[in-house]
Nanobody, 125 residues
Framework: QLQLVESGGGLVQTGGSLILSCAAS????????IAWFRQAPGKEREGVLC????????NYADSVKGRFTISRDNAKNTVYLQMNSLKPEDTAKYYC??????????????????WGQGTQVTVSS
């Protein structure tokens, strides 16, 4: 059974940092494109960052440029989202998603095949 599990969320003060992890089970992440999305209450789910199987990354949220970084450790079958200089507007539930091998990064929810259950990030002012 293919599964993605996010972890690392929590409550942090403005300016703080968090590292989110997206661990895969039931399949090998090596050949998959992986993206992080987030959804704040009352808002649509939006793409944040994506990393291709080759390691190239794409940013879909201008507000996180220079603050968030995506990386992958294929040996650990895990993708990470490093979040620095967090702001209250970063508060959301963060999801990782996997796209089938052979497809490039996309910021569209509907183009991903597998999703985790999400992890909550709350940034206090």
């Amino acid at each position: 059974q293919l599964q993605l599990v996010e972890s690392g969320g929590g409550l942090v003060q403005t300016g703080g940092s968090l590292i989110l992890s997206c661990a895969a089970s039931g399949f090998t992440l090596d050949y998959y494109t992986i993206a992080w999305f987030r959804q704040a209450p009352g808002k649509e789910r939006e793409g944040v960052l994506c990393i291709s199987s080759g390691g190239g990354s794409t940013n879909y949220a201008d507000s996180v440029k220079g603050r968030f970084t995506i990386s992958r450790d294929n040996a650990k079958n895990t993708v990470y989202l490093q979040m620095n200089s967090l702001k209250p507007e970063d508060t959301a539930k963060y999801y990782c998603a996997a796209r089938a091998p052979g497809y490039y990064c996309s910021g569209y929810v509907g183009e991903y095949d597998y999703w985790g259950q999400g992890t909550q990030v709350t940034v206090s002012s």
